[in-house]
């Protein structure tokens, strides 16, 4: 199984901040990635899919990038609805795999 | 609109079964791969299972091959998960979800349900 590391596990930052959040498999995949953000109680989001892809009706601060085995979610100015727990996750191989998550909390 | 709604959660004890089910609309559920992801209270995302559109391919996490079977019912714009030999760690909210793209399918999920909850406890 491909396995996806998300950094940091947790990260505190205030409206307006530029954040960014870090994933890295275990091997190459190809920008077979997508981000995705839960709320408490929710159902999880699509955000991105192929690294950088907009899903439709996602605000365009959220942006991905990345390649090979690193890639990275960046909010370019958080607004208070953007405070969630957020993960990556590979579509590379048969079987998807997600990272262990990142909650980005109110400073 | 995209309706995925799951429903047969409960609290069952070790060892035993739940059948669980997701009725789907709003979209032609037989063009879609399907796919069942799962979450620990508290804990991350884990992807549990997924069906092709015609049902040709099936998929299991290690965690539940041999004892969980997934299936649809194209007739039925329906997913079903039949859980057997349930354990503790299989507590989970347990969610249906479509792959983004039909036919092919990509193991991403654009369309997820709001979750049905399995407690396996004695």
């Known amino acids: ?107 | 609109e995209v309706q995925l709604v799951e429903s047969g959660g409960g609290l069952v004890k070790p060892g035993g079964s739940l059948r669980l089910s997701c009725a789907a609309s709003g979209f032609t559920f037989s063009s879609y791969s399907m796919n069942w992801v799962r979450q620990a209270p508290g804990k991350g995302l884990e992807w549990v299972s997924s069906i092709s559109s015609s049902s040709s391919y099936i998929y299991y996490a290690d965690s539940v091959k041999g004892r969980f079977t997934i299936s649809r019912d194209n007739a039925k714009n329906s997913l079903y998960l039949q859980m057997n030999s349930l354990r503790a760690e299989d507590t989970a909210v347990y969610y249906c979800a479509r792959d983004r793209i039909a036919v092919a399918g990509t193991r991403d999920f654009d369309y997820w349900g709001q979750g049905t909850l399995v407690t396996v406890s004695s």
Do not use: H
């Not at chain 1, 942006?63 to 957020?86: H, R, V």
């Open chain 1, 1 to 107: 199984d491909i396995q996806m590391t998300q950094s940091p596990s947790s990260l505190s930052a205030s409206v307006g901040d530029r954040v960014t959040i870090t994933c890295r498999a275990s091997q190459g995949i190809s920008n077979s990635l997508a981000w995705y953000q839960q709320k408490p109680g929710k159902a999880p989001k699509l955000l991105l899919y192929a690294a950088s892809r907009l899903e439709s009706g996602v605000p365009s601060r959220f942006s991905g990038s990345g390649s090979g085995t690193d890639y990275t979610l960046t909010i370019s100015s958080l607004q208070p609805e953007d405070f969630a727990t957020y993960y990556c996750q590979q579509y590379y191989s048969t079987l998807p795999t997600f990272g262990q998550g990142t909650k980005l909390e109110i400073k």
